[in-house]
């Protein structure tokens, strides 16, 4: 990801291609007969996990994991507990397929408490954070935002819009106040900065939360 490029290293860079749009490209191939090229389907997942099933690959190349960590705790926003799960590492935020649990309504994991191996269940209400706490920050336009409070699109997943954000920085952390609820916030994800079409800079997704 660009975002996490050193300056230094960006400087020394170049892009064959430009200032050409991945649209512009393809039909450039087009018309050179790349044909099969451009109606190649494009991968979203995880590059080296061609059928998308992490949990075998977690199982294959870690095979004391799963006795390790089965049978934990299923537990609503409350504490309540209402099952057990295979392991939390099994599990992502904002899932809804696959959890082998049923209670009445549409549910979701919000929260994954690695410490006591508990899954946190919830509406997708419940899903929604309105701040997160991002650290490792890389900054691609500015030496330091200390002091300052930035305007951004902040963008916390692949193929995300973004959504507006002030931004302000403590140490080596920025702390993201978002303009609207962003749901399904996955600490361990990148989260990137936009001013404008102007890359700001980035860091790894700490914390999710809401403040008033």
């Not at 991945?22 to 007969?33: D, L, S, V």
């Not at 991002?134 to 500015?142: C, G």
Request: some cysteine.
């Amino acid at each position: 990801a660009l975002w996490g490029v050193s300056q230094e290293s960006l400087s020394r860079t170049i892009f064959p291609l430009g200032n050409l749009h991945k649209k512009e490209i393809y039909e450039m191939a087009t018309e050179k007969g790349f044909v099969e090229l451009v109606n190649k389907s494009e991968s979203y997942e995880i590059c080296f996990i061609p059928d998308n099933d992490y949990r075998g690959f977690l199982k294959r190349r870690l095979p004391n994991l799963e006795e390790e960590v089965k049978n934990g705790d299923f537990v609503l926003e409350d504490g309540t507990v209402i099952g057990k799960h295979e392991g939390y590492p099994f599990y992502t935020i904002g899932q809804r397929k696959g959890l082998g649990i049923s209670v009445g309504y549409p549910i979701f994991v919000t929260a994954i408490d690695k410490a006591n191996n508990r899954v946190v269940l919830g509406t997708q209400h419940q899903l929604a954070r309105n701040a997160m706490k991002v650290s490792q920050l890389n900054l691609s336009k500015y030496d330091s935002i200390i002091g300052r409070n930035i305007e951004t699109i902040t963008k916390v997943r692949y193929n995300d819009d973004g959504t507006p954000a002030l931004i302000y920085q403590e140490n080596d952390s920025i702390f993201v106040n978002f303009h609207e609820p962003v749901f399904a916030i996955a600490p361990g994800q990148a989260a990137v900065f936009y001013e404008g079409d102007d890359v700001l800079g980035g860091g790894w997704i700490m914390e999710a939360f809401n403040q008033n």
